[in-house]
């Protein structure tokens, strides 16, 4: 397929992800100015960090005026089921993509766009197909936080708090037509939703922290996805 056919493509498949994006990067725009973090600091935050869970906890850390390390360290854990998720594109990327690509095919991962990566590609997935999709997550997401800013005074609280749910019903979008004709991807999220639930409800884990949690589901359902994996259970069809 031709570049700019992927490129395209990338694009088409990524509106979803950014009307997701967008009031939730308007909140988070809203809760900085809120919290009363400079508007430069949290556009800085988008632009370079581009991280929605991280970028939430990094501006309520700042508020309670965490040191830059602990903010830093908070980020790092956050994000490090991004290793996973990067090394899985890299590897099914289309042979001879070139390395000065591969940073910013990186940078732009997200779990929306992995996900949709991962269940849209068909075999080899194309670079210009992911730089595409990656663009518009991006775009969308840093063009909602710019609104948030601007208009932080204007949008009422009701609305603010009623956005977060905005990103659950994309991700189930996103989702749940693959589980109907995937059985494996049905058992890794079911296997991700009972380890999250068990620290949430099993008095002896309840000492682990929800970030914690989130981190130790993720990794247990990316082991699952692995092993199903490699018996040949999982595939792009």
Partial sequence: ?????????GIKAGVPIA??????????????????????????????VFAGASQFVGIKLMSLG?????IVL???????RHFLMTSF???????????????????????????????????????????????????????????GLLMSSWIPEYIINGMGIALYAMFIGLVV???RTASPILI???AAMAVNSA???????????????IIISTVTAALLGSFLDGKGEVTND
């Fill in 1 to 9: 397929m031709e570049a700019g056919t992927s490129f395209k493509r």
């Fill in 19 to 48: 009307v997701g994006y967008l009031p939730i990067a308007i909140a988070f725009g809203v809760l900085a100015k809120t919290l009363g973090i400079p508007s430069i600091v949290a556009m800085l935050m988008s632009l370079i």
């Fill in 66 to 70: 965490a040191l830059p390390i602990e």
């Fill in 74 to 80: 908070a980020t790092f854990i956050l994000n490090l």
């Fill in 89 to 147: 594109i890299a590897q099914n990327l289309e042979k001879g993509t070139s390395k000065k690509l591969m940073p910013y095919l990186a940078f732009g991962i997200t779990d929306e766009t992995f996900a949709v990566a991962s269940i849209e590609e068909k075999g080899e997935i194309s670079p210009q197909f992911m730089l595409g999709l990656n663009l518009m997550a991006f775009c969308f997401w840093n063009i909602g936080t710019l609104t």
């Fill in 177 to 179: 037509p693959s589980m």
């Fill in 188 to 190: 890794v999220a079911l």
């Fill in 199 to 213: 620290f949430y409800f099993v008095p002896v884990l309840s000492f682990v922290s929800p970030s914690w949690a």
